[in-house]
T-cell receptor
């Protein structure tokens, strides 16, 4: 195991529901990430947090709302999603956030498989 | 921004043969190139990475080569085993970038 856990592993929700995805890392890292993985497409970075501060937001629709209460936990709050939002949502963490001439290795959780009906 | 292309999208090899997956990138400033393996039902796991100050790196049966002039890098798996069957992703990032740009993945199947 990588030390990054995600719950739930599977989620089915209607377009009017509100749900939250949870990620926890046990690695002592300071940066956490949300990715979206759709079939036949590259991983898409959604959000980056460094020391609980959002440092990157890749033009993600407002129906996705991240929350990082501390450096070990990351949430993704979902509301009024669309069927095209169905995908595998992956959380990752790294020692620090990349940039400034340095790239940090990212460790991924197992993902939450989301189906929006 | 960076663009990473990965080929082939699917690859089948006989057990014991070698497998090669290739990626090209567009940003000449990219200097970090990791490879991830994703098994069914799991998240991507880092298997090897290379930085631009070296041309090749090996770890047992896995090796990665980098050609900065041509802007491409490759993953080589020798003596393949059925447990190597998975989806493999390449990625690239420059030192100033906060994010990795991933390729679209290669489904490797090792036939017994």
């Amino acid at each position: 195991e990588t030390g990054v856990t995600q719950t739930p592993r599977h989620l089915v929700m209607g377009m009017t529901n509100k749900k939250s995805l949870k990620c926890e890392q046990h690695l002592g890292h300071n940066a956490m990430y949300w990715y979206k993985q759709s079939a036949k497409k590259p991983l898409e970075l959604m959000f980056v947090y460094s020391l609980e501060e959002r440092v990157e937001n890749n033009s993600v629709p407002s129906r996705f709302s991240p929350e990082c209460p501390n450096s070990s936990h990351l949430f993704l709050h979902l509301h009024t999603l669309q069927p095209e939002d169905s995908a595998l949502y992956l959380c990752a963490s790294s020692q620090g956030v990349s940039g400034g001439g340095r790239q940090e290795t990212q460790y991924f959780g197992p993902g939450t498989r989301l189906l929006v009906l | 921004g960076e663009n990473v292309e990965q080929h082939p999208s699917t690859l089948s090899v006989q057990e014991g043969d070698s497998a090669v997956i290739k990626c090209t990138y567009s940003d000449s400033a990219s200097n970090y190139f990791p490879w991830y393996k994703q098994e069914l039902g799991k998240g991507p796991q880092l298997i090897i990475d290379i930085r631009s100050n070296v041309g090749e790196k090996k770890d047992q049966r896995i090796a990665v080569t980098l050609n900065k002039t041509a802007k491409h890098f490759s993953l080589h798996i020798t003596e393949t085993q059925p447990e190597d069957s998975a989806v493999y992703f390449c990625a690239a990032a420059s030192g100033s970038a906060r994010q990795l740009t991933f390729g679209s993945g290669t489904q490797l199947t090792v036939l017994p």
